[in-house]
């Protein structure tokens, strides 16, 4: 793990202190309070990949940043071991610290480097395959957002390593048969989504829109891919949007529903 020297050149400030939040009933994570910090579409992916395949042994969280869906995946298949892979330097050593005290560390592996590179690429190939590959890349294409500068929020919000079609890219040759990948995407775009999976290999099996509040657009969406060769039907199945807020601020059942499966209250603390 990194010292206090070595953290403060990363932009990691004294006056940034850490949060220890729940992700389950079990796993906790620590985040930088002023830093990204995990949200929906780290918790609805997580949730949909694990009703992608339940039954997987093997699974890989491609850029999986402080470890959220990673640790989650790993808690809610306590049969499955997963691997993790991590370019941003302060999201790995976030990673790192939420592994070393976590009651999941024994089933997961961190790998740290950009998942376009072939070197990253071939070390995630001699630990998989993966019957669930997950991932939420950044959604916002370098040149329409002003980067923050903070590095960390940065690149959580914008395709600086790429986006949904280079997840896709590297998720497709890494996928055992029968396997799912689960990714999310912008909704605006779907056709990224689409495209990437068919240069990947991959096909669209379901996809979940994801709304802030009632009455406005979908924020983004998560989408569940599988072999390109794989029988079955051929059009995609949207399922009804998860809706995070009601017109009138409550929660509605299908948001109490993912906090329930990770054995979470209802609203959190």
Known sequence: MLGAGELAALGWRADDPLTEDDLTARVRVLQRKRGHRYSLDDVLTARLAAAARPDARRGCDLGCGLGSVLFSLADRLPEASFVGVEAQDVSLEL??????????????????????????QAQLRALGPYDLISGTPPYVPPGQSTPSPDAQRAH?????????????????????????V??????????????????????????????????????????????ADEPGPADVVWAPPVVARAAHGARPEAYLALRRFFGLPREAS
């Open 95 to 120: 990673a790192r610290r939420n592994r070393a005290r976590s009651p999941v560390a024994a089933r997961v592996t961190l790998v740290a480097g950009d998942l376009r590179e072939a070197s990253v």
């Open 156 to 180: 959580a919000r914008i395709e600086l390593r790429g986006g949904v079609e280079d997840y896709l890219r590297t998720a497709g040759p890494l996928l055992a048969p029968g396997g799912r």
């Open 182 to 227: 689960v990714v999310c995407c912008d909704a605006r775009t779907p056709e990224r989504a689409q495209a990437g999976a068919r240069d990947a290999g991959l096909r669209p099996l379901s996809a979940t829109n994801a709304v802030p509040r009632e009455g406005k657009d979908a924020l983004f969406a998560v989408w569940v891919f599988g072999p």
